[in-house]
């Protein structure tokens, strides 16, 4: 059984930046990946960043490609995503997932 619990969300004015965690507990955090997803309201799921078990390799979409930044650190059991340059279009809640499992969320709203 696997936990993941987000922090870090916030309200931020469009330019500024936000630090999110996720927090993973109940198994071996550094033998499995982590994606970073979002839904905004009225609006799908999507994915965002990923992250592979070492750190080795990361992955983004288009839309916050040079602007995010994934990372984690496997002795605290923690994956962060670095967000900078924000945008009103990112405004969403923020999900951490590894296959089944997901956390509550994170809430982001940047305005202009």
């Known amino acids: 059984q696997l936990q993941l619990v987000e922090s870090g969300g916030g309200e931020v004015q469009a330019g500024g930046s936000l630090q999110l965690s996720c927090a993973a507990s109940?198994?071996?955090?550094?033998?499995?990946?982590i994606g970073w997803f979002r839904q905004a309201p009225g609006k799908g799921r999507e994915g965002v960043s990923y992250i592979e078990p070492d750190g080795s390799s990361t992955d983004y979409t288009d839309s916050v490609k040079g602007r995010f930044i994934v990372s984690r650190d496997n002795a605290k059991n923690t994956v962060y995503l670095q967000m900078n340059s924000l945008k009103p279009e990112d405004t969403a809640n923020y999900y951490c997932n590894y296959l089944q499992w997901w956390g509550q969320g994170t809430q982001v709203t940047v305005s202009s």
């Open positions: 109940g198994l071996a955090f550094d033998g499995y990946p």
